[in-house]
């Protein structure tokens, strides 16, 4: 069986690895647009930001491993159109593959935003390698920078860049960070947060362009639809991701915000699989259908595609979690808080420990927890079992002198 995956990032990494540690010898082709092996991406705004991870840190595996697993290994190489009653796949206009099980790990990209001269030298996305790398250049100290997005990729990189030394705002055209994935509580506590270690945050802008230098080449500033002005040495554009399914798409595969998949990974198409954040995919546990962006999502998910090339079952129905690093402050998510009725608070946001218990009726349904990973690490398990209809006593959870290992006692 030849097995060729569309994609160099987390998924990917996890379909290769599983299915050599079980012992296939089938022959792999990965295929990576870009110049380096697989690599994780979450240290990019935060670690190799900072210049506290070398580069080398951020690959899965060494060059090595590759070459010893016999994978053949493809960089650089875009792939432009699937024949799927070929079974083949082309990169570029010359370069064809023939598959017998194609896995779409394509991932996404940055989202683009309609702003006249977007495309100046030094306005930068932060996805990839190269993107940090760019940007490295930029971060002397007393420098001003300029992040367009309030979700968690701009505070993330905000607090990087912060600790850096660089006079910092953050540009959010909703009316407060995080307003897609956080309550207004969690919202202002982020901002607070933010603003304590010297970050402006400015919520509720519309840009109308941004300003370049004489020679027309660089950016050094942003215009306001008010028609105001800001400076600014470079800017960094963190307005979200949209997943890549447009080759998918032209194959005639399903794609709905994300390429339609079942619980095994399997497309419309039963010899293409697709993981990571370009899938649309059932969870009978949330009894509906999503599109995750998370590093969790893509293990899990790769896992159950690997089962289903091997010919197992492994159907993928988990609750989702999720983490952010900003300064010395970590967020950890289980489960997805849209829909809760009520929230209850163990802790103090103003110590900058607490977790908080979102409840839709009486079911349990999702967990923050700020710089407190034993109630994390316990409502990794509670979530689940409140989905499956177990009840969890929020009083339990508010005492401060129940201790979360006793949750798990309790509700065993």
């Avoid at 016999?70 to 792939?79: A, F, L, P, S």
């Avoid at 607090?159 to 055209?173: H, M, Q, R």
């Avoid at 028609?227 to 890549?244: C, K, L, Q, R, T």
Wanted: hydrophobic content about 40%; charged content about 25%.
């Amino acid at each position: 069986m030849h097995v060729v995956i569309v994609g160099a990032g987390q998924a990917a990494s996890q379909v290769i690895t599983g299915l050599r540690q079980s012992g296939s010898e089938c022959e792999i082709t990965l295929i990576g647009d870009e110049a380096d092996l697989p690599y994780q991406r979450p240290p990019l705004s935060k670690k190799f930001l900072a210049g506290a991870m070398d580069k080398e840190r951020l690959y899965f595996k060494p060059a090595t491993y590759y070459s010893e697993s016999g994978i053949d290994v493809k960089t650089n190489c875009h792939v432009t159109r699937i024949d799927r009653g070929r079974k083949q796949v082309f990169c570029g206009e010359s370069q064809v593959i023939s598959y017998d099980k194609l896995v779409l790990a394509t991932g996404s990209r940055p989202r683009k935003l309609p702003i006249p001269n977007i495309q100046l030298n030094g306005i930068y996305d932060l996805r990839s390698i190269a993107d940090i790398e760019a940007i490295r250049l930029q971060t002397t100290p007393g420098k001003k920078l300029v992040i367009v997005g309030g979700g968690y990729i701009g505070l993330e990189t905000a607090a990087s860049c912060k600790k850096l030394g660089l006079d910092v705002t953050i540009l959010e055209a909703a009316t407060r960070v995080l307003e897609r994935v956080a309550d207004p509580d969690m919202s202002a506590y982020f901002s607070g947060l933010h603003e304590s270690h010297g970050v402006d945050i400015k919520t509720s802008v519309q840009i109308d362009s941004f300003r370049s230098t004489a020679d027309g080449t660089h950016v050094n500033g942003v215009v306001f639809k008010d028609g105001s002005e800001m400076d600014a040495d470079f800017i960094i554009m963190g307005v979200g991701i949209v997943p890549n399914v447009e080759l998918a798409e032209a194959a005639g595969l399903d794609v709905d915000n994300g390429i339609i998949v079942n619980e095994n990974g399997m497309t419309s198409d039963p010899n293409i699989f697709a993981a990571g954040d370009n899938t649309n995919h059932p969870n009978d546990l949330l009894r509906r259908r999503l599109r995750l962006e998370s590093v969790p999502n893509a293990i899990e998910q790769a896992k159950a595609v690997t089962a289903q090339l091997l010919g197992d079952t492994k159907p993928y129905h988990q609750i989702p979690w999720f983490w952010s690093d900003q300064y010395d402050t970590k967020l950890q998510i289980i489960g997805l808080a849209d829909g809760a009725d009520r929230v209850h608070m163990r802790g103090d946001m103003a110590e900058n420990s607490f977790a908080r218990f979102h409840f839709k009726g009486d079911q349990l349904i999702a967990v923050e927890a700020v710089n407190r990973p034993a109630e994390f690490m316990a409502s990794r398990q509670l979530v689940p079992l409140a989905a499956q209809g177990q009840t969890i006593d929020f009083e339990m959870l508010i005492d401060p002198e129940i201790t979360p290992k006793h949750w798990l006692k309790v509700v065993a």
